[in-house]
Nanobody
Framework: QVQLVESGGGLVQAGGSLRLSCTSS????????MAWYRQGPGKQRELVAA???????QYADSVKGRFTISKDDNKNTVYLQMNKLKPEDTAVYFC??????????WGQGTQVTVSS
């Protein structure tokens, strides 16, 4: 089974930046969808950013212009660069990779806390 490991979370002040990494134990070659989700305190898990079919990128309106999703196929890693962080960005961030058949794998999550 493919395993995902997230890293890069931490505590930052509002306006700061963090870069999250999601490294897969397997190749990204057959991955159809690469996505970052988050779940804030008392909230449901929501989609933050995704790469569909290798090139189509989608962002939640709340992070558009501040977050950037990218990938490095050679490193089997998906990134989420988060700039101009706001307290409402505080959440556990999860990576999810799914193949063309819809089979997905979740990471364990990494905590991001933004102080005001």
């Amino acid at each position: 089974q493919v395993q995902l490991v997230e890293s890069g979370g931490g505590l930052v002040q509002a306006g700061g930046s963090l870069r999250l990494s999601c490294t897969s134990s397997g190749s990204l070659l057959d991955i159809n969808t690469m996505a970052w989700y988050r779940q804030g305190p008392g909230k449901q898990r929501e989609l933050v950013a995704a790469i569909f079919n290798g090139d189509r990128i989608q962002y939640a309106d709340s992070v558009k212009g501040r977050f950037t999703i990218s990938k490095d196929d050679n490193k089997n890693t998906v990134y989420l660069q988060m700039n101009k962080l706001k307290p409402e960005d505080t959440a556990v961030y999860f990576c999810n990779l799914a193949n063309v058949y819809g089979r997905g794998t979740w990471g364990q999550g990494t905590q991001v806390t933004v102080s005001s």
